[in-house]
């Protein structure tokens, strides 16, 4: 088959699950990763076929699509922050939105990191793919721990680090059992504590799309419905004291839940708790200053 007639097929077979130009970036992804074509390569090649391994491999990613599996677990790999990341069903697929949480760390910790003069301790709790924790070691004079719950997340999050260069610490741990988290000697005096915990609640999951809903790993992504701020209570009371003074708290935030979140963390005594919204309106990711006392 020609590559304009593969695209066709990608249009035509997954016109009912996606828009057409969905489809279409679908199918140059796919030949990225399995051809190594770009999609300039594709247009100027597009009456020519793919080597018969590599079409088979194509149409084998189409099958997978038509069930709604994530196109990113099948190519097993994406990008956040501009980086490449290994994905794999024990880690949820890093989203845009975690990016904004990111750049504004980034943006701040260059002050701060100026203001130091020395290396900032940063940890990130519930690291997942470790996205967060690895695009703060790449862009920061850091040192960097990672905690997750996940043996098998922790595996990939390694090979993140393996992949992007850089050291990150990477721990099991309970993030709702504090007392866990301090058998780390190291758990002490952070200049930054970053989560983006499991917040979607049980009555939101209505509102998920299917390739979501069945194919990421449901420990990454909900709470129960009458404790949905556990993560956030847990890992602000634990931030009380493994922050410095003038140390940061920043979270990644379910959207319905801004003012709750925000009067739980001023409630426990954190100052200047400041709330934004996400590039499409929802309010997504929150900033508090540490005052306690060492
Ligand atoms: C929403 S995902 C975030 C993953 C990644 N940080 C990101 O932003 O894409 C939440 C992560 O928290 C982890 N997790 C769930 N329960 C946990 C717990 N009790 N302690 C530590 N990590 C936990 C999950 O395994 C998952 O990797």
């Not at 990608?10 to 970036?25: G, H, K, M, S, T």
């Not at 862009?139 to 960097?144: K, R």
């Not at 721990?145 to 309970?174: M, Y």
């Not at 049980?202 to 809903?213: H, R, Y």
């Amino acid at each position: 088959m020609t590559l304009d007639g593969l695209r066709q097929r990608f249009v035509d077979d997954l016109r009912l699950d996606y828009p057409e130009e969905e489809a279409r970036n679908f199918f140059y992804r796919c030949c990225e990763s399995y051809a190594d074509m770009s999609r300039i390569d594709v247009s100027l090649n597009r009456n020519d076929s793919l080597p018969k391994e590599q079409e088979t491999r194509v149409l084998n990613a189409l099958d997978r699509l038509k069930t709604h599996e994530p196109l990113q677990y099948i190519l097993g790999e994406t990008e956040f922050y501009g980086l490449p990341f290994k994905v794999n069903p024990a880690v949820l697929i890093p989203r845009p939105e975690t990016e904004e949480l990111v750049e504004w760390i980034i943006n701040d910790s260059r002050q701060v990191s100026i203001a130091v003069g020395s290396k900032l301790k940063i940890l990130d709790i519930g690291t997942g793919s470790g996205c967060i924790a690895i695009s703060l070691a790449k862009s920061l004079d850091a040192e960097v721990f990672a905690v997750d719950i996940s043996a098998e997340a922790l595996q990939t999050a390694r090979q993140n680090a393996k992949l992007n260069e850089v050291e990150v610490t990477f721990i099991k741990g309970d993030a709702l059992n504090p007392e866990d988290l301090f058998k780390n000697s190291d758990f002490a005096e952070f200049d930054i504590v970053v989560s983006n915990p499991p917040y979607v609640r049980e009555l939101e999951k209505a509102e998920i799309q299917p390739n979501v809903l069945d194919n990421e790993p449901h420990t990454a992504l909900f709470v129960p419905d009458e404790d949905a701020l556990k993560f956030y209570k847990s890992i602000a009371e634990f931030a009380t004291k493994a922050l410095k003074k003038d140390g940061l708290l920043y979270y990644e935030i379910n959207q319905y839940l801004g003012v709750e979140t925000v009067r739980l963390i001023a409630g426990l005594g954190f100052a200047e708790v400041e709330l934004r919204k996400d590039i499409f309106g929802n309010d997504r990711m929150i900033k508090a200053v540490s005052r306690f006392e060492k």
